[in-house]
């Protein structure tokens, strides 16, 4: 029976602040499905050329794919609690140790199993001249920069359809890095304590990085959506006491991108009703915990290559037959990165903080 407590539940829900009281959230199912939906993505990009628009989601939605789906889940979530983990421990050292520990080991893994196992396997080079080449090592220590991302290897993947690219996923690793940073310069200015004055700088940088000219080294002009997506979460955190988190204000927003599905307004509302959703699936269904662990970052960073060797050694050529040939293999990988490097690493944070 509908009574006035379930309607005003349904319509209002409940505010952020009391749902991340709970204690009970379903953050690691959602980075996982994120991380499962670039997956996904990625498969209509890698099977061969011009199957990108067959994308499942880009058929529902228009204007966006699986791929960017999941990550901008990613960045909405991160925004919201990279912003808490400032203020319920406003440490600089402490900050950036953590987000360091949780962003760096697993992919200096990744970096060097790529380097030194799958590059072997893949190149068309003789082993020993591919070893030799400055490429190599450049995709290793760039990469592991986050600064200059290197794209290729030599020899490797050279007659998969995306030729250029052993690991596209990388590309939104030094946006969350330097979002990381800004979030450590708002926290150290004392912003984030003071919700006016944290929202007026959020805002702030936001607008003079999305007005940043075109001609920004990659991947930085082409961020604008992702940088949106971390503000709204960051927002949200600043403004958790207030911001409400309903099923009825989800559907309105999902109501109001698709009536606009054919206007230019169709992006923005299209990117709020992402963002919002995230939040929505992360505090509102009561769903079962996952037990294996945090399998998100591990899948994320290894499912874009696991699909190019794939495409290299057995002509994968359908998309949905390529996720589910990469599905198995990169949740193995990413359970091992889980519980042989990336646990150990959040271990050494919580002893660097108790210490």
Known sequence: MLTRATLRRFVVGRTLEACIADGRDNMTMLRLLA???????????LAGPGLADDDPLHRLLGNTYSHFVGVMAFFAVSGLLITMAWQRRPSLADFLRARALRILPALAVCLLLTVGVLGPLATTLPVVEYFAARETWAYLGGNLSLVALQWQLPGVFVHNAASDVVNGSLWTLPIEAVLYLVVAALGVCGLLARRLFGTLAILAIAVAWLHAPLSAPRPFATSAILV????????CALHRRTVRISTGILLALALFAWLARATDLHPPLLGACIGYATLWFAYVPKLP??????????????????QQLLVAMFAIASPLSLFVAALAPTLLLATASWRLVEQPALRLKRAAREG
Request: glycine fraction near 14%; aromatic fraction near 18%; hydrophobic fraction near 50%.
């Open 228 to 235: 949106t997506l971390f503000v709204f979460g960051a927002l």
């Open 289 to 306: 915990q996952p037990r294996l662990g945090d399998l998100s970052y591990g899948t994320y960073l290894w499912g874009f290559p696991v």
């Open 35 to 45: 991380a499962l939906l670039v997956l996904l993505g990625h498969s209509y990009v």
